[in-house]
Nanobody, 121 residues
Framework: QVQLVESGGGLVQAGGSLRVSCVVSGTFFSIYATSWYRQAAGKKRELVAS???????NYADSVKGRFTISRDNANKTVYLRMNSLKPEDTAVYYC???????????????WGRGTQVTVSS
């Protein structure tokens, strides 16, 4: 069983910074691409940033230059550093991870339960 647990969310003033983390636990062979999504109240979940198994990154236009996604393979953790936060960044932030359970097996996607980020004006 693979579990993703996010942490690091909270309340911050506009212009501030936060770093959210996603720890992947369980029994599996390898972690592939991992992404951070967010969902604001009343809105659809949207992709914020992604990082491949070889650490190639992509960002939504709305966060480019402000957010940085990174991964620590040894500790099975993915981070999202958020700088210059804006009230419109307020949302629940979810981690999504592609995991190969066994060598040569299928790659499955898993979601965390999310962590709330609130940016006050």
């Amino acid at each position: 069983q693979v579990q993703l647990v996010e942490s690091g969310g909270g309340l911050v003033q506009a212009g501030g910074s936060l770093r959210v983390s996603c720890v992947v636990s369980g029994t599996f062979f390898s972690i592939y691409a991992t992404s951070w999504y967010r969902q604001a109240a009343g809105k659809k979940r949207e992709l914020v940033a992604s990082i491949s198994g070889t650490s190639v990154t992509n960002y939504a236009d709305s966060v480019k230059g402000r957010f940085t996604i990174s991964r620590d393979n040894a500790n099975k953790t993915v981070y999202l550093r958020m700088n210059s936060l804006k009230p419109e960044d307020t949302a629940v932030y979810y981690c999504y991870c592609n995991v190969m359970l066994r060598l040569g097996g299928s790659i499955n996607g898993y979601w965390g339960r999310g962590t709330q980020v609130t940016v006050s004006s």
